[in-house]
């Protein structure tokens, strides 16, 4: 079953701040990390607001026996 | 008036052909007495009220609540003359009916479930964090589906709801619920959770979610269960078998689903420790530089000190062994050679002579 996206995209996020604390860090992959942050943060926000849930209501009869 | 003759056998048949075309189908309420279970498949019970009282038969698999004498049922059944020339009533559905009898029978096969684990915590499964397809089983005229539905849209979106529209009580509600969820167990295509919702009700109404054979579904249920039965207090033991209880169907929403204002705020959190981090690192770098400048600053002008030390220091010296200095102490250069009558020239500090030797005699 393919990933939620913006949970993914979420991780990805969280990833990245463990990467800002860690030894990792560095000032040349810094200014990098954060624009991409900066774009990921924006798409979470723009799926969030516009993509809608779909409902179906079954055609099946469940009161027949 | 001519009749018929008939023989014992036929009347009987003709008997039930009648009943069966007059009343194929009758509810009738009583209290239950002598009610025993014979060879471990068959129920037999009577049904009395204040002054008649009427056999029941049934198999014990069609039986779906815990029943003992004195409880007030409804039955769903067709009466019958059996060739005993007993009449009977052959019961299909069987509920309790008054909050007394409701409890009891609650009670009675709450214990019984209890003891073969169907309520243990050890069965309890995860929901999924954040679903993409959801089974609800409820009915679509209810105002609980109905919030339900608004709750997990305001609350997030990429959701695909397919929804088994059901009857939420009466007598034939379990048997639609069970319905619907074997279809969801059944599907090519599963859901992740099966959520079952109905608003609130009396206790006639929820008694629904005492069907024994709907409770043992919603335990065997292979993908995980969420209810949210419309009621604050009494918890029904379909609820208990569940995975996951709500207390209503908007918590029902609220657990199934996130609310995106959160993941929002959350993620400018994120966002803004991300910035914060990065300053941070980049000012303790600056601050780093300019500490490393001031002490590259400091040993330069340390050595560019020393160095004119001992650059005056040399100059002393030199200054020392210039010839003029020497000759400014009153020394004099004598140059020329040092003979009797010869011409000498001498140099002192401020003259230049020239003078004649008189004598030359080694010192001693």
């Known amino acids: ?65 | 008036m001519e009749t018929n003759l008939l023989s014992v056998s036929d009347f009987i048949a003709l008997t039930n052909q009648t009943l069966e075309y007059a009343y194929p189908t009758v509810l009738i309420q009583g209290e239950v007495s002598s009610f025993n279970v014979n060879q471990g498949k068959f129920v037999f019970f009577d049904l009395k009220d204040n002054t008649g009282k009427i056999g029941c038969f049934m198999m014990l698999f069609n039986l779906r609540i815990a029943l003992e004498d004195g409880m007030k049922v409804i039955v769903q059944a067709s009466p019958k003359l059996t060739s005993l020339g007993k009449f009977s009533l052959t019961v299909q559905r069987i509920q309790p009916v008054g909050e007394g009898s409701i409890k009891k029978s609650f009670e009675l096969l709450k214990e019984k479930l209890t003891k073969e684990g169907l309520f243990d915590d050890a069965r309890k499964r995860q929901l999924p964090v954040i679903p993409k397809k959801v089974g609800v089983v409820s009915s679509t005229n209810a105002a609980g589906y109905a919030d339900f539905i608004k709750i997990s849209n305001d609350r997030w979106g990429g959701v695909e709801f397919l929804v088994a529209d059901v009857s939420v009580q009466g007598l034939s509600a379990s048997d639609q619920i069970i319905s619907a969820l074997e279809y969801f167990n059944s599907s090519d295509e599963l859901v992740e959770v099966i959520v079952v919702i109905r608003g609130g009700g009396s206790s006639d109404d929820l008694a629904v979610f005492n069907d024994e054979k709907l409770v043992r579904t919603i335990a065997l249920s292979r993908i995980p269960t969420l209810l949210g039965i419309g009621h604050e207090t009494d918890i029904t033991l379909a609820e208990l078998a569940s995975d996951r209880r709500a207390s209503t169907p908007s918590n029902a929403a609220q657990i199934l689903l996130p609310d995106k204002k959160d993941i929002l705020n959350s993620v400018r959190h994120k966002l803004s420790m991300i910035g914060y981090l990065y300053q941070t690192e980049l000012d303790r770098k600056l601050e780093h530089l300019n500490d490393s400048l001031k002490k590259v600053s400091n040993q330069i002008s340390n050595l560019l000190e020393n160095y004119l030390i001992s650059l005056n220091s040399k100059v002393d010296k030199l200054t020392a062994y210039n010839p003029s200095t020497v000759l400014s102490k009153g020394y004099a250069v004598l140059r020329g050679e040092l003979n009797p009558d010869s011409i000498i020239d001498i140099e002192t500090y401020k003259k230049l002579i020239k003078a004649k030797v008189i004598s030359v005699n080694e010192k001693k």
Do not use: P
Not at chain 1, 21 to 49: M, V
């Open chain 1, 1 to 65: 079953m393919k990933k939620n996206d913006i949970q993914s995209k979420i991780e990805e996020l969280d990833k990245m701040i463990e990467w800002f604390e860690s030894d990792q860090f560095s000032i040349n992959d810094a200014l990098i990390k954060y624009e991409k942050a900066e774009i990921l943060a924006g798409e979470i926000k723009t799926e969030l607001n516009e993509i809608k849930n779909k409902v179906t209501v079954i055609k099946k009869r469940f009161d027949e026996s």
